[in-house]
């Protein structure tokens, strides 16, 4: 989507997966865009999906697991220079599937509070803010 400062706007999906009192954080990988940076994974949203169906197909596809689309937790729009991400945070419940890394160098699962030890994808945080208020 164009904006009216010429700059195109991405709506992308995050998932928080929860178990067992902990979330977890994919680092993504050092070619792509923010490298080594931690986030909620997550993914573009095609043409014609819901922002519930993309999330379950992208978590399926970049960490081959089956998902159930939760509650809403968070909105984020960040201007990273050459793009606008208009992020948009669930809860994620984790249905099947073993955890297979295809677009992530690393995962690990942290605790609410221990987030902050982690360098964090600047439109992850209003996530990580809705979390702590939850």
């Excluded at 009192?21 to 490298?35: E, T």
């Excluded at 208009?86 to 955890?99: D, M, N, R, T």
Aim: glycine share 8%; aromatic share 8%.
């Amino acid at each position: 989507m164009s904006r009216a400062d010429g700059k195109t706007e991405i709506l992308v999906v995050a998932g928080v997966i929860e178990k067992a009192g902990q979330y977890l954080l994919a680092q993504r990988p050092v070619d792509a865009s923010q490298a080594n940076l931690w986030e909620f994974p997550g993914g573009k949203v095609e043409q014609g999906e819901t922002p519930e169906q993309a999330l379950e197909r992208e978590l399926f596809e970049e960490l081959a697991i089956t998902t159930r689309t939760g509650c809403w937790l968070a909105d984020s729009v960040f201007d990273y220079g050459d793009k606008v991400i208009h992020l948009k945070g669930y809860l994620s419940h984790w249905q099947a599937g073993e955890l297979k890394l295809h677009s992530h160098q690393d995962v690990v699962w942290v605790q609410a509070g221990e987030m902050a030890e982690y360098a964090l994808c600047p439109a992850d945080l209003p996530i990580v803010e809705a979390l702590r208020h939850r």
